[in-house]
């Protein structure tokens, strides 16, 4: 049996290896927004997918809450620098509001009430790594952090999680959201440090 240094596993189970290249850790939560908030009640807010055929496929608040929900702890990174460790959210997996859909879309557009957008590849909102958030450390998500709900793919720069989301369009090829007309990356993965295009 090897004898390994606990100093070197106590590290490893801390933060070490959790920052990405270029960020800082913060424990408060900043908040970003390229314009003002946009004040949605649970009443009004609905959530639509619209396919490559046109297809649409929309939920108010009550039938988005029937569906099953998961509770992740991930971390977050912005690409202005700051990064924040376990933060717990409640949301609906993308997976579930995609099961049924028929789609060959490569690529997808979220768009917030805002109306801001950003673009993902279809593979980055499946397999259990994207959801459409309404809670935060236990309390409903509140509106300048894109309350009642937000996108939230915490593998990639949290630009890519559109606050207030309101619909998705499924596409059969990559267009640059806001930011990434604006000169972001059009991937944005902090542990490449793709922020911004050419990185
Ligand atoms: N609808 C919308 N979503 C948005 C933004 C925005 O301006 N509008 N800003 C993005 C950016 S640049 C970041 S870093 C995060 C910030 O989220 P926070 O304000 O909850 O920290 O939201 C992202 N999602
Ligand atoms: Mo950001």
Redesign the pocket.
């Given at each position: 049996m090897a004898i390994v240094s606990k100093g070197f596993h106590g590290k490893r189970r801390g933060n070490d290896g959790r920052i990405p290249p270029g960020q800082h850790l913060t424990t408060d939560?900043?908040?970003?927004?390229?314009?003002p908030t946009p004040r949605v009640s649970t009443d009004r807010w609905e959530f639509t997918i619209v396919t490559e055929m046109g297809e649409k496929h929309r939920w108010n608040w009550q039938q988005m809450r029937a569906l099953p929900n998961d509770k992740p702890m991930v971390d977050i990174h912005?690409?202005?620098t700051w990064s924040k460790l376990d933060t717990r959210w409640r949301g609906v997996s993308l997976d579930t509001l995609l099961d049924g859909i028929d789609t060959a879309a490569t690529h997808v557009m979220a768009h917030?009430?805002?109306g801001?957008t950003?673009n993902l590849p279809m593979s980055e909102i499946r397999g259990g790594r994207a959801w459409l958030a309404f809670e935060f450390g236990g309390k409903p998500l509140g509106p300048?952090?894109?309350g009642p709900a937000?996108l939230l793919v915490p593998h990639l720069?949290?630009?890519?999680?559109?606050?207030?989301?309101n619909k998705l369009t499924l596409m059969m090829r990559d267009e640059p959201g806001?930011?990434e007309r604006n000169g972001y990356h059009d991937y944005g993965d902090p542990w490449q440090e793709q922020r911004y295009q050419g990185d």
């Open positions: 939560f900043p908040v970003l927004s390229a314009g912005c690409v202005t917030g009430y805002d801001y950003t300048e952090h894109g937000r720069y949290f630009w890519k999680s559109a606050k207030w989301v806001f930011w």
